[in-house]
């Protein structure tokens, strides 16, 4: 008889944004006439931007052509696409990354889930709490916890809560961890890391030996020069941490689908048989087997937003989405609701009024505003009592929620 991987049984029934998609659909069919306005998973709702179309129409044209054809790409990446990541996103920073440590991917969700293949099942993993659940799920299907408790919490990981009562600043953990998920922008506070922060976690993770999984996939919504856009800005990091980006929200990628990992080559760990093992090498044996690299026409896509043109729509788009974030922020705190987040990121973080659990709200504005927003609770136990919105929409359809929203909380 085959078996399964039972670990797979410890998870919760579903995950997060499928089982609002479930509510909402049992909400929609039962009240047909119902214009529901969706501010739950952050996906995008406007068009491409026009550098990025045009490069991606003369990458077909490309492929329609015996000279220009391609077949397999490299694994890693177009070298067109990593040296104007490097260049754009690190080097005109004054971040020493270079195009070789960049492996481009279908996206930053199957990347943070993918690592775990060149990771040990016994490291003793830390997360914020509320967290992306994607970095808890992973886990558990790769039986890297136990079993989850009556708060979801599942054994074995350990929890650092991030809300209101600590400025959504985690305390460093007071046992030695091996793995460290930080977020920022973080998803789903909305909320960043200073670069003392982020210090602090870099020097823990040299005095433990522990590596940080740096989800940066929200940097391009910082409009703050002083914030940090990547991990590698902080001393000794290139160490200690790896950095996943994404194209899905600063250029509408969400269904194109690209993304990136960014693996130094000073990143290094000795295995149990005392060999000094780089992960940089590890990773790329792993991607050279299992991935074909992301398409062609995609990855021409991706390099057509680092042009001068490119460069500029991808900032009016971004500024759309955060002009969204900013009337989403100040139409709710004008009715009293205290929101955190929506500043350098998509993702306003709001406190349920009343004192109603994530899940009773989120059912009070799907019912009463025709709305959707995601539980906080969805997000961790520390996330009970709180409720995110989604900047990404159109602007008419902000406007609208908002009115829905306050006549549901006034
Ligand atoms: C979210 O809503 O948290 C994001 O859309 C999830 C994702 O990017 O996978």
Redesign the pocket.
Known sequence: MFRINENYLKLKAGYL?PEIGRRVKAFTDANPDAQVIRLG???VTEPLPTAVTDAMKAAIDDLSNRDSFHGYGPEQGYSFLRDAIAAHDYQNRGVNVSADEIFVSDGS?CDTGNILDILGSDNKIAITDPV?P?YVDTNVMAGHTGPADANGRFDGLVYLPVTAENNFVADLPSESVDIIYLCYPN??TGTVATRETLQKWVDYAQQNNSLIMYDA?YEAFISDDSIPRSIFEIEGAREVAIEFRSF?KSIGF?GVRCAFAVIPTELKVTASCGTVVSLHQLWNRRQSTKFNGASYVVQRGAAGAYTPEGRQQMKSLVDFYMTNAKLLREGLQSVGITVFGGEHAPYVWLQTPNGLSSWDFFDLLLSKGHLVG?PGSGFGAAGEGYFRL?AFNSRENVKTALERFKSVVQ
Request: charged fraction near 15%.
């Open positions: 944004f998973i952050g996906d969700k992306y994607v998803n789903p996939a899905s969400t995601t989604s």
